[in-house]
């Protein structure tokens, strides 16, 4: 898939303004023979200076691990993003088209008592109740290890 590949699909998703204020996220973590590993919930914190999104992602594992992910994410064009947190590997790139936003960035990855660098492939597409679909997949040397599930909803202020 392509950005391009959504450029007429609505709503526009506007990822500023999507994230901007409180959104809520539950997702899972299945391994690349579908067998599902862990599920979670992200409350995430969004500002946006016209500049910059902050986002502040306060992950909840069903394990009962918890997680902070601070991110910058700067608007470099009219559909296009870079962004940072404190595991990524160089920088994160992202464009939006239409509906939907591809992103994709090397990462720091936890696993037990090690830490793999991956890369995630994400795409999130909005749809007309307000639900904020994402799948990324995740490569390990170039091979896919696993795929996360997400939905997000705003929050009302």
Known sequence: MKPADFK???PKLVLEEYFSG????TGLFEDRFGTVRNQFTIDTTGTWDGNMLTLDEHFLYQNGKTEFRHWEIIKTGENTYSGATEQIIGIALGQTSGNSFYWTYNYKLDVG?????????DWMFLHDNGTLSNKATVYRWGFKI????LSFQKVPA
């Open 8 to 10: 007429n699909t609505t």
């Open 146 to 149: 696993g795929t996360v599930f």
């Open 22 to 25: 409180k959104t809520k996220a």
């Open 113 to 121: 008592d090690k830490i793999w660098e991956v890369r995630f492939d």
